[in-house]
């Protein structure tokens, strides 16, 4: 089974860092870039950021470049998201989620995704 | 923060088809860039429905199928059915922006 876990939910004070991790079971991991898309309650989906997972490089949405950071461990086969400086309005639903490819070709959109991860940030 | 819009709600009874539209611009639709569907259930994580503006995953219901024209995208249901009830978005990569992949404004589909 294909599958990607996220970690718990997680409640958190304005000003603080979240981590979520995104653990991938049952695909060649390497193979396939992983995005981070929130969602806000009662919102539509808003892309972060995403990394390719074979060497590493990482490309962010200019909405969170300088506060979000994606890694992964490929020895764990986990993606890891951290978000610094929250803010009130960062609560959301965090999603992971992969790459579709099909025959060699990224379509640019996502085809798995992760359970999401609710964070609430409050004071 | 959404720069694709769509109308917030279409309703029809079982059996019925509906559409909904996803307008864009030249950054994003109009420039030629993929459209693609997600279904998003009550308290579930969003489902590729179509991607590259016409193709069905593997498993997804040949009722749901999607086109493109210009600026804009539609996805059609037609048969609707009690369990098709919930959100919709489309999606695209936009060359303009902050942020290279962009969603829709979401469509609520409701089963009369």
């Known amino acids: 089974q294909v599958h990607l876990v996220q970690s718990g939910t997680e409640v958190k004070r304005p000003g603080a860092s979240v981590r979520v991790s995104c653990k991938a079971s049952g695909y060649m991991f390497a193979r396939y870039a992983i995005h981070w898309v929130r969602q806000a309650p009662g919102q539509s989906l808003e892309w972060m950021g995403w990394i390719n997972v074979g060497d590493g490089g990482t490309k962010y949405s200019e909405n969170f470049q300088d506060r979000v950071a994606i890694t992964r461990d490929t020895s764990a086969t986990t993606v890891y998201m951290e978000l610094s400086g929250l803010k009130i309005e960062d609560t959301a639903v965090y999603y992971c989620?992969?790459?579709?490819?099909?025959?060699?070709?990224?379509?640019?959109?996502?085809?798995?995704w992760g359970q999401g991860t609710l964070v609430t940030v409050s004071s | 923060h959404s720069v694709l819009t769509q109308p917030p709600s279409v309703s029809g009874a079982p059996g019925q088809r509906v559409t909904i539209s996803c307008t864009g611009s030249g950054s994003n639709i109009g420039a030629g860039y993929d459209v693609h569907w997600y279904q998003q259930l009550p308290g579930t994580a969003p489902k590729l429905l179509v991607y590259g503006n016409k193709r069905r995953p593997s498993g997804v219901p040949d009722r749901f199928s999607g086109y493109k024209s210009d600026t804009s995208a539609f996805l059609a249901i037609t048969g609707l059915q009690a369990e098709d009830e919930g959100d919709y978005y489309c999606?695209?990569?936009?060359?303009?922006?902050?942020?290279?992949?962009?969603f829709g404004t979401g469509t609520k589909v409701t089963v009369l």
């Open positions: 989620a992969r790459d579709l490819e099909v025959g060699g070709y990224n379509y640019g959109c996502f085809d798995l």
């Open positions: 999606q695209s990569y936009d060359n303009s922006l902050k942020t290279l992949y962009v």
